[in-house]
């Protein structure tokens, strides 16, 4: 139907100049689907949700280093959290120590709402149906929500890492860092290493956030598929820490969540960023055809 | 409908692609070498001369004990120490080697964030614990700087089981492997006494370099190896050389020391280790050799710690403490007896005496 | 397209959708002529919006096809649904983004949507329907009424050919009510096809050329509606003291007589409206005939009296 024909088919809005005609919808080239990602971040990032998510994760490593200045004798060596006893030599410790204390529980929390929220959260708040309708395409919502879960990950940690960096060099001194081997680097490569740790922790997300999207998929309501996202991955640390279960560990999803140590020696090893990169992939392409299946041919009765 | 079915052939079909994908990585590889007899291989393995190396070695045991779950608990210090020493042999274990020559080498042993470090140069020794951020410094006498080839790998395990092949031994070749990314002869010897708990030793031999990658030793009866010492990668490149030169950390608490020769890991023979440790006896031959030491040399806190109590199974005789390659008989009378052997040879052992 | 060759916007065949046990929508054949402002009637639950979700491409029917806009459903929704502006089971949107930035995401979801003149559509649909004041403020703060209008907005980013609207005027106060009829006959001035469901039926009375009467799930009645105010019996009653003559005279016309009222002087007749014959012929036979007729009156059928009689009166929801 090309809108030049006469006649009652004629579409509306033409009284106005609005934009190109439809009905030539297949003729005109369509977007990737870029400016869709785009105002998912902006939907993610306007929420007041996501920023209290933000500073809640930016108040870990703000309490850790406050509580460490705050001690006179300063914390021993292996006690407590690993590199605690490190950072009143040098305030680049405070991001490291600070992922490390959020891993197991607050990145996975934060996490769990944004990626658990993607579809049910439309869904619960009904846009999800007028979204489809535009439409978006559901494979191309479901990429973009991904995406837009998996750069939440990412700024998740880099929140962490630098409220961490600021507070150190605002409490503490500027110093060589120590690796787990023993061995000193300068500050230059303390970053990189630093940045290294951040995309691991954040790949390390990436197969939690498809386990979170297809969880998603299943309901209408955000705050179940939030709950059901942060039980597994809570769950999967459990079960890891199982010995009965030990040959169950290396499918877990946060079988390598500890593992950016390997970042930290020298010389840099790459093996568990390699496992983990692998593992995580094999969740996403999982948990990302479940969420195919389950997207693509649902009722959308929100 | 057809349409949402096919939709959900992706879900069906990524598991398939996964499974697959470890079924294939898992399976043993299909290589094939030039046919060498034993003798070749052994050859092989005399005649190599790789000097220098980095690379990953992984230690898997299932000695079939029970395994304790990593977190400190109690603070018994018996119990420490034997739970410490008992994560040490069962439970996997990584370390990364790098060794540039006889005189400079590195080992780390990797946890999750943690390390323990290694390094000689030459006559210089550090060791570092990144935990208790401790840094010990050595420096060892002129003759046994001399040494060569640090123990802990995988060559020279091997060249000690070589070293036994005996008339008590068969030495046959399984077929080829691939170890590490490179592939292998393997190496197989089997006691030809029923008198041992040990199957066979399996030696991975680099068909080019003849070094050994891995060794494991396989339990009678068992399939999977009760204790296998592997690479997991190796590269026969020279490691870069500020690897070897250490500088503690600053905030490290350093520690000197200077160390008998004899107690020197890699320096321990035979010898050494009689003039060690109590008076023992021995028993049997070869693969069937059985340890005794006398009554006392348990020490009295270690029967009696509750961890002990809970290993350990009453039989004729005294307690046994049983693993799939080692069995210790504690007798009533407080004499110890150890061996690659099953109990009954134990028995026999303490009932001779 | 094929809209031209049938002339129809929507089409459905023996559509059905089933919730477990229950048929919400039961084989229902619905023609939706293109051009025409297209009442979707039905008491609350008997299955319009669920007709809406599958002609949307929402939810997949059970059973049964669908063409929209001379396509085959759901094959070409994609092709479609660009085509369509919707508004299903009242509007929704981001609470905590403001009425402009609810419209952009919108309009950004829209493959073919321009971005350049995002802006510009997005503030012209504010404009239509009134929400220009209020397009800056967060939807949390909006009222029903606001958010409908912004939902109407909504479908009218770019220009569409067929506007399906369940429900649209819902919890409007009557001022929004009547301009929203005002809008919906603007689309329909357009040339769009629009698709509007409602529960109320003087509001279909008062903006629709045609309609269909859903009831439990299935279409009971559909047409333009004159031909629905004609199906259905028309009634007569003549005042007079010759009631036997006059029922007699009537009966010939094709009336049925109701049972004679004791010493009334009524006599009250009805009639399938299609056969009805002119009512001044009636009374000029009756005159003919010698009854004295005192009083006559007709009852014009209301679309009402059809609507209760298909659907059932009284306030329950049916299922
Ligand atoms: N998601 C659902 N699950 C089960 N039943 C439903 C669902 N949605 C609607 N129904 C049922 O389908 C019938 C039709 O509902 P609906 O189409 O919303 O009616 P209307 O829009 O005409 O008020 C109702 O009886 C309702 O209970
Ligand atoms: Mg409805």
Same mark, same amino acid.
């Not at chain 1, 914390?75 to 490291?96: A, H, Y």
């Not at chain 2, 840094?135 to 006498?141: D, E, M, N, S, V």
């Not at chain 3, 229902?28 to 979707?40: C, E, I, N, Q, S």
């Not at chain 3, 209301?302 to 049916?318: K, M, Q, S, Y």
């Given at each position: 139907?090309?809108?030049?024909?006469?006649?009652?088919?004629?579409?509306?809005?033409?009284?106005?100049?609005?934009?190109?005609?439809?009905?030539?919808?297949?003729?005109?080239?369509?977007?990737?689907?870029?400016?869709?990602?785009?105002?998912?971040?902006?939907?993610?990032?306007?929420?007041?949700?996501?920023?209290?998510?933000?500073?809640?994760?930016?108040?870990?490593?703000?309490?850790?280093?406050?509580?460490?200045?705050?001690?006179?004798?300063?914390?021993?060596?292996?006690?407590?959290?690993?590199?605690?006893?490190?950072?009143?030599?040098?305030?680049?410790?405070?991001?490291?120590?600070?992922?490390?204390?959020?891993?197991?529980?607050?990145?996975?929390?934060?996490?769990?709402?944004?990626?658990?929220?993607?579809?049910?959260?439309?869904?619960?708040?009904?846009?999800?149906?007028?979204?489809?309708?535009?439409?978006?395409?559901?494979?191309?919502?479901?990429?973009?929500?991904?995406?837009?879960?998996?750069?939440?990950?990412?700024?998740?940690?880099?929140?962490?890492?630098?409220?961490?960096?600021?507070?150190?060099?605002?409490?503490?001194?500027?110093?060589?860092?120590?690796?787990?081997?023993?061995?000193?680097?300068?500050?230059?490569?303390?970053?990189?290493?630093?940045?290294?740790?951040?995309?691991?922790?954040?790949?390390?997300?990436?197969?939690?956030?498809?386990?979170?999207?297809?969880?998603?998929?299943?309901?209408?309501?955000?705050?179940?598929?939030?709950?059901?996202?942060?039980?597994?991955?809570?769950?999967?640390?459990?079960?890891?820490?199982?010995?009965?279960?030990?040959?169950?560990?290396?499918?877990?999803?946060?079988?390598?969540?500890?593992?950016?140590?390997?970042?930290?020696?020298?010389?840099?090893?790459?093996?568990?960023?390699?496992?983990?990169?692998?593992?995580?992939?094999?969740?996403?392409?999982?948990?990302?055809?479940?969420?195919?299946?389950?997207?693509?041919?649902?009722?959308?009765?929100? | 409908?057809?349409?949402?079915?096919?939709?959900?052939?992706?879900?069906?079909?990524?598991?398939?692609?996964?499974?697959?994908?470890?079924?294939?990585?898992?399976?043993?590889?299909?290589?094939?070498?030039?046919?060498?007899?034993?003798?070749?291989?052994?050859?092989?393995?005399?005649?190599?001369?790789?000097?220098?190396?980095?690379?990953?070695?992984?230690?898997?045991?299932?000695?079939?004990?029970?395994?304790?779950?990593?977190?400190?608990?109690?603070?018994?210090?018996?119990?420490?120490?034997?739970?410490?020493?008992?994560?040490?042999?069962?439970?996997?274990?990584?370390?990364?080697?790098?060794?540039?020559?006889?005189?400079?080498?590195?080992?780390?042993?990797?946890?999750?964030?943690?390390?323990?470090?290694?390094?000689?140069?030459?006559?210089?020794?550090?060791?570092?614990?990144?935990?208790?951020?401790?840094?010990?410094?050595?420096?060892?006498?002129?003759?046994?700087?001399?040494?060569?080839?640090? !123990?802990?790998? #995988? @060559?020279?395990?091997? +060249? %000690?089981? /070589?070293?036994?092949?005996? =008339?008590?031994?068969? &030495? $046959?070749?399984?077929?080829?492997?691939?170890?590490?990314?490179?592939?292998?002869?393997?190496?197989?010897?089997?006691?030809?006494?029923?008198?041992?708990?040990?199957?066979?030793?399996?030696?991975?031999?680099?068909?080019?370099?003849?070094?050994?990658?891995?060794?494991?030793?396989?339990?009678?009866?068992?399939?999977?190896?009760?204790?296998?010492?592997?690479?997991?990668?190796?590269?026969?490149?020279?490691?870069?050389?500020?690897?070897?030169?250490?500088?503690?950390?600053?905030?490290?608490?350093?520690?000197?020391?200077?160390?008998?020769? !004899?107690?020197? #890991? @890699?320096?321990?023979? +035979? %010898?050494? /280790?009689?003039?060690?440790? =109590?008076?023992?006896? &021995? $028993?049997?031959?070869?693969?069937?050799?059985?340890?005794?030491?006398?009554?006392?040399?348990?020490?009295?806190?270690?029967?009696?710690?509750?961890?002990?109590?809970?290993?350990?199974?009453?039989?004729?005789?005294?307690?046994?403490?049983?693993?799939?390659?080692?069995?210790?008989?504690?007798?009533?009378?407080?004499?110890?007896?150890?061996?690659?052997?099953?109990?009954?040879?134990?028995?026999?052992?303490?009932?001779?005496? | 397209?094929?809209?031209?060759?049938?002339?129809?916007?929507?089409?459905?065949?023996?559509?059905?959708?089933?919730?477990?046990?229950?048929?919400?929508?039961?084989?229902?054949?619905?023609?939706?002529?293109?051009?025409?402002?297209?009442?979707?009637?039905?008491?609350?639950?008997?299955?319009?919006?669920?007709?809406?979700?599958?002609?949307?491409?929402?939810?997949?029917?059970?059973?049964?096809?669908?063409?929209?806009?001379?396509?085959?459903?759901?094959?070409?929704?994609?092709?479609?649904?660009?085509?369509?502006?919707?508004?299903?089971?009242?509007?929704?949107?981001?609470?905590?983004?403001?009425?402009?930035?609810?419209?952009?995401?919108?309009?950004?979801?829209?493959?073919?949507?321009?971005?350049?003149?995002?802006?510009?559509?997005?503030?012209?649909?504010?404009?239509?329907?009134?929400?220009?004041?209020?397009?800056?403020?967060?939807?949390?703060?909006?009222?029903?009424?606001?958010?409908?209008?912004?939902?109407?907005?909504?479908?009218?980013?770019?220009?569409?050919?067929?506007?399906?609207?369940?429900?649209?005027?819902?919890?409007?106060?009557?001022?929004?009510?009547?301009?929203?009829?005002?809008?919906?006959?603007?689309?329909?001035?357009?040339?769009?096809?629009?698709?509007?469901?409602?529960?109320?039926?003087?509001?279909?009375?008062?903006?629709?050329?045609?309609?269909?009467?859903?009831?439990?799930?299935?279409?009971?009645?559909?047409?333009?509606?004159?031909?629905?105010?004609?199906?259905?019996?028309?009634?007569?009653?003549?005042?007079?003291?010759?009631?036997?003559?006059?029922?007699?005279?009537?009966?010939?016309?094709?009336?049925?007589?109701?049972?004679?009222?004791?010493?009334?002087?009524?006599?009250?007749?009805?009639?399938?409206?299609?056969?009805?014959?002119?009512?001044?012929?009636?009374?000029?036979?009756?005159?003919?005939?010698?009854?004295?007729?005192?009083?006559?009156?007709?009852?014009?059928?209301?679309?009402?009296?059809?609507?209760?009689?298909?659907?059932?009166?009284?306030?329950?929801?049916?299922?």
């Amino acid at each position: 139907m090309s809108s030049a024909e006469p006649g009652p088919a004629r579409a509306i809005g033409e009284r106005a100049p609005l934009g190109s005609p439809s009905g030539e919808g297949e003729s005109r080239h369509p977007s990737l689907g870029i400016s869709l990602l785009v105002s998912e971040l902006s939907v993610i990032y306007r929420r007041p949700r996501t920023w209290a998510l933000l500073a809640a994760l930016a108040a870990v490593p703000i309490l850790i280093a406050v509580a460490v200045r705050l001690t006179d004798d300063g914390p021993q060596p292996g006690r407590g959290p690993p590199f605690l006893d490190s950072i009143t030599n040098n305030g680049l410790f405070v991001g490291f120590t600070a992922l490390v204390v959020c891993i197991p529980l607050f990145l996975p929390l934060t996490v769990g709402v944004v990626a658990g929220d993607t579809i049910a959260g439309e869904a619960g708040h009904g846009t999800l149906r007028y979204l489809l309708i535009v439409p978006a395409g559901r494979v191309r919502l479901l990429l973009v929500k991904y995406v837009g879960a998996a750069i939440f990950c990412l700024s998740a940690t880099l929140t962490i890492v630098l409220a961490g960096t600021v507070i150190g060099f605002a409490l503490f001194p500027l110093g060589d860092v120590t690796l787990l081997s023993g061995d000193t680097i300068g500050p230059g490569e303390s970053t990189l290493r630093l940045l290294l740790v951040a995309g691991y922790v954040t790949v390390s997300l990436l197969g939690l956030s498809a386990v979170g999207l297809f969880i998603s998929t299943l309901t209408d309501v955000p705050v179940g598929a939030m709950a059901a996202t942060i039980v597994i991955a809570v769950a999967s640390q459990v079960v890891g820490a199982l010995p009965q279960l030990a040959w169950l560990h290396p499918w877990l999803l946060s079988n390598h969540w500890l593992g950016f140590g390997d970042l930290l020696r020298q010389p840099i090893s790459w093996d568990s960023f390699g496992a983990n990169a692998l593992l995580q992939l094999g969740y996403i392409a999982l948990f990302g055809a479940l969420a195919y299946g389950r997207f693509t041919t649902k009722d959308v009765l929100s | 409908m057809v349409r949402s079915s096919l939709r959900w052939m992706p879900a069906v079909l990524v598991p398939l692609v996964i499974g697959t994908g470890v079924v294939v990585a898992g399976a043993s590889p299909v290589v094939t070498l030039e046919e060498k007899t034993p003798e070749q291989v052994l050859a092989l393995v005399a005649a190599s001369d790789v000097r220098s190396f980095s690379g990953t070695i992984q230690q898997t045991s299932r000695l079939g004990l029970p395994e304790f779950p990593s977190t400190d608990s109690g603070s018994d210090s018996t119990t420490d120490s034997v739970a410490s020493a008992l994560e040490l042999i069962t439970g996997a274990h990584e370390a990364r080697v790098f060794v540039d020559g006889p005189q400079r080498a590195r080992v780390q042993i990797t946890e999750n964030l943690a390390e323990r470090d290694v390094i000689r140069s030459g006559s210089e020794v550090w060791t570092y614990d990144s935990e208790a951020k401790e840094a010990t410094h050595l420096t060892l006498p002129d003759k046994t700087a001399a040494h060569d080839s640090p !123990a802990w790998t #995988p @060559g020279e395990i091997a +060249a %000690r089981a /070589l070293a036994a092949v005996t =008339p008590s031994t068969e &030495v $046959s070749l399984d077929p080829a492997s691939r170890v590490a990314g490179r592939s292998t002869y393997e190496l197989v010897l089997t006691p030809r006494t029923e008198d041992t708990l040990v199957g066979s030793v399996t030696i991975a031999v680099d068909s080019e370099s003849g070094m050994p990658l891995a060794a494991s030793v396989h339990a009678r009866g068992e399939s999977a190896p009760a204790f296998r010492v592997a690479f997991t990668a190796i590269d026969l490149a020279a490691p870069a050389a500020r690897l070897f030169a250490f500088t503690p950390p600053a905030e490290a608490t350093v520690k000197e020391e200077s160390v008998p020769d !004899a107690a020197l #890991p @890699g320096t321990l023979d +035979a %010898r050494d /280790l009689r003039s060690a440790v =109590p008076p023992f006896g &021995v $028993s049997g031959s070869d693969w069937s050799t059985v340890v005794e030491l006398p009554s006392g040399s348990a020490p009295p806190e270690l029967l009696a710690s509750p961890l002990f109590a809970s290993l350990a199974t009453p039989v004729d005789g005294g307690k046994l403490l049983g693993s799939a390659l080692l069995n210790v008989l504690v007798t009533d009378d407080g004499r110890v007896f150890a061996g690659a052997v099953p109990l009954n040879v134990l028995q026999d052992a303490a009932a001779n005496r | 397209m094929t809209v031209a060759g049938t002339g129809l916007a929507i089409e459905t065949r023996g559509l059905s959708k089933r919730f477990g046990h229950q048929d919400a929508v039961d084989d229902v054949d619905l023609t939706v002529p293109a051009g025409t402002v297209f009442g979707f009637l039905g008491p609350n639950g008997s299955g319009k919006t669920t007709t809406i979700r599958m002609l949307l491409g929402l939810a997949s029917a059970t059973r049964g096809e669908a063409t929209v806009l001379g396509q085959e459903l759901p094959g070409a929704l994609s092709s479609v649904l660009p085509r369509i502006g919707a508004l299903v089971e009242g509007p929704a949107f981001y609470p905590f983004l403001s009425g402009t930035a609810n419209l952009m995401r919108l309009d950004s979801a829209d493959r073919y949507a321009s971005g350049s003149t995002r802006r510009s559509r997005v503030d012209a649909a504010l404009d239509r329907v009134g929400l220009t004041h209020a397009a800056g403020k967060r939807v949390k703060a909006y009222s029903l009424g606001m958010k409908q209008r912004l939902g109407l907005a909504s479908a009218l980013l770019s220009p569409r050919e067929l506007l399906v609207l369940d429900e649209p005027t819902n919890g409007l106060d009557p001022q929004g009510t009547r301009e929203v009829r005002n809008l919906i006959r603007s689309f329909a001035d357009d040339g769009a096809t629009v698709f509007v469901s409602s529960h109320l039926l003087s509001e279909v009375e008062q903006m629709c050329t045609h309609a269909a009467i859903m009831s439990a799930g299935r279409l009971v009645a559909q047409g333009g509606l004159d031909e629905l105010r004609r199906v259905g019996d028309a009634h007569v009653t003549v005042v007079t003291p010759d009631a036997e003559r006059a029922r007699r005279r009537l009966a010939a016309f094709g009336f049925v007589t109701d049972e004679p009222a004791e010493g009334s002087g009524r006599v009250r007749a009805t009639v399938a409206v299609e056969a009805a014959a002119a009512p001044e012929s009636i009374v000029a036979a009756l005159v003919a005939d010698g009854v004295r007729v005192r009083g006559f009156t007709v009852e014009q059928v209301t679309l009402e009296e059809r609507f209760v009689a298909l659907t059932g009166e009284g306030f329950d929801v049916v299922r």
